[in-house]
C-alpha cells in the first residue's frame, strides 16, 4: 500500500472511505492510481476522499483523480473531495475539476 492513501470499505454506507496525505505528483502518481483503482475493482462503490493532509498535487495527481471519476461513472458511481487545503482547492478550481467532482468541506481559503 503505498504511503499517500490509506482507505477503508464503508460496506453498510456502500462507500470506499480514501484518506490522501503528503504529496501526489509525478513520483508517487502510478503508485496512488495503481491502488485506487485496484480498491474499485475489489467493490464497485461511491467514493470519498478526505483531503485534509494532501498538501499538494500537481498535474498527475490531477489525472489520477480523473481517472478514478471516470472509472467511478462507468458504473454510475460519485466520487466527493472533502477537507480541500487552500492551495490544492485552487488547483481544482483553476481546472474546473469542481464542477466534475462533488466538492465538500472546504478548508477556508
Not at 482507505?7 to 503528503?22: F, H, P
Not at 489520477?64 to 487545503?85: F, T, W
Request: proline content about 1%.
Amino acid at each position: 500500500m503505498s504511503e499517500n492513501i490509506k482507505y477503508n470499505d464503508n460496506s453498510e454506507n456502500k462507500i470506499w472511505e480514501v484518506s490522501l496525505t503528503g504529496e501526489i505528483d509525478i513520483f508517487n502518481s502510478e503508485a496512488v492510481k495503481e491502488e485506487l483503482l485496484e480498491m474499485t475493482d475489489k467493490k464497485e462503490q461511491n467514493i470519498i476522499i478526505d483531503c485534509k493532509d494532501l498538501s499538494y498535487i500537481d498535474s498527475t495527481g490531477l489525472s489520477v483523480l480523473v481517472a478514478l471519476l471516470k472509472k467511478v461513472k462507468a458504473y454510475s458511481g460519485n466520487v466527493s473531495l472533502r477537507n480541500l487545503m487552500p492551495n490544492v482547492n485552487k488547483v481544482i478550481k483553476i481546472t474546473n475539476l469542481d464542477k466534475l467532482f462533488i466538492i465538500e468541506g472546504d478548508v477556508d481559503e
